[in-house]
Every structure is written in C-alpha cells, then in structure tokens.
T-cell receptor, first 116, second 111 residues
Framework: GAVVSQHPSWVICKSGTSVKIECRSL??????MFWYRQFPKQSLMLMAT?????????EQGVEKDKFLINHASLTLSTLTVTSAHPEDSSFYIC????????????FGPGTRLTVL | GQQLNQSPQSMFIQEGEDVSMNCTSS?????WLWYKQDPGEGPVLLIA?????ELTSNGRLTAQFGITRKDSFLNISASIPSDVGIYFC???????????FGTGTSLTVIP
C-alpha cells in the first residue's frame, strides 16, 4: 500500500516550452500532496503544497506563475513548469499525505527534467 | 526556518558493520520519519515514530524517538551493499501539513 507514481520519469525539452508532471496516489486518497525540487547531493527543497479543491500554497521564493499546480482530484496533482529554461533543469519529486490522520508522506519516484 | 541536522554527513563502512546516525532539531517534534533515497529515485519511507521513547524495527533497521523529542536515531545492523544511499529524517511543521527534512547522511558500504 501507499504507492505514489509520477509521470514522466524523465523529460527533455527545449527552452521556452512547458512541461507537465503528474503525481498520482495509486491506492489511497490524498487531500494534500507536495512538490519538491532536489539538486545533486542536496536535501529536498519544498516548492509548494498542493491542496485538493483549493489553491496551492507556495514556499517563499517559488514563482507560482512559473510552477503551476493543479490538484483536481484526491489522487492526482500536476505540476506544470511554464516557459522552461535551463536553470529549471532539476529532479522534481512529489509526495502524498494519506487522508488517515497520521503524520506521514509517501514519495513518487521523481521526474528528471532537462531543459536544453 | 527550522532545519534538521543529521550526523554524520557521510559514512564509509565495511560490509557487515553496524551503522548509527542521528537527527537533531531545535524544537520539539511529535513525529519522526526516516527515509532512504537511492540515486535517481524518490525517498522511501523506512520507519515512522509517533511516541517519545518509542523504539521501532524494520528488519535490520531500528529507529528511536528521543525522550527529549528533539532527536531521533537510526541504526542499521550487519550492513550490506544495498544499504548504500542517502538517509533522511523528517518531522512535521507545527502549522500546516508540511514537513522539515534533514540534511541527509550518505552511506557507502564497501564489499
């Protein structure tokens, strides 16, 4: 149980294009999901909290118009990197917090984004 | 903001040795989570601790929730090559549903 999938696992795109990443909780419902960014040999950096049915909450310094988040159902959140540039290249990881009241979260396998 | 400090930052050990790492914070937590991350993968939850003083095992892994609620420990017994990876601790923020993550401990097991 508690499986989270992410799609795609990797993507290469040209500068200026938009990229959408999907995060799904496969066997549980999650009102709350999180999007992280991770640089090589560093810890996870929280970008935003995705809330089903309401607007996402962004961490300080994260551009909400750059990183669009949609949490349309209790099992799906999407992150769209708009007008991607090479500096957006990174490893993006989502996680989901099951709606069962415990402090826990389960991570997806991550998406490697490379912007040329 | 809050930062969880993990120690040591990295470890190089012989296969078969036991491993011990810890995580400390400046404030009290009611939950401690331990994750392992393999290269190019998302973190995988190893152990969750919900009670001060709690000692929980998962196979060769044992984690403890410190009595002060400001620290937690993770031990790995009889290490094997597949234990290689980065281990992160995490604890919930006081407000909202977000989590703080530790700085990570990189483990290398030498066969």
């Amino acid at each position: 149980g508690a499986v989270v999938s992410q799609h795609p696992s990797w993507v290469i795109c040209k500068s200026g294009t938009s990229v959408k990443i999907e995060c799904r909780s496969l066997d549980f419902q999650a009102t709350t999901m999180f999007w992280y960014r991770q640089f090589p040999k560093q810890s996870l950096m929280l970008m935003a909290t995705s809330n089903e049915g309401s607007k996402a909450t962004y961490e300080q310094g994260v551009e909400k118009d750059k990183f669009l988040i949609n949490h349309a159902s209790l099992t799906l959140s999407t992150l769209t990197v708009t007008s991607a540039h090479p500096e957006d290249s990174s490893f993006y990881i989502c996680s989901a917090r099951p709606d069962r009241g415990l402090d826990e979260q389960f991570f997806g396998p991550g998406t490697r984004l490379t912007v040329l | 903001g809050q930062q969880l400090n993990q120690s040591p930052q990295s470890m190089f050990i012989q296969e078969g040795e036991d491993v011990s790492m810890n995580c400390t914070s400046s404030s009290i937590f009611n939950t401690w989570l331990w994750y392992k991350q393999d290269p190019g993968e998302g973190p995988v939850l190893l152990i969750a601790l919900y009670k001060a003083g709690e000692l929980t095992s998962n196979g060769r892994l044992t984690a403890q929730f410190g009595i002060t609620r400001k620290d937690s420990f993770l031990n790995i017994s009889a290490s094997i090559p597949s234990d290689v990876g980065i281990y992160f601790c995490a604890g919930p923020r006081n407000t909202g549903n977000q989590f703080y993550f530790g700085t990570g401990t990189s483990l290398t097991v030498i066969p």
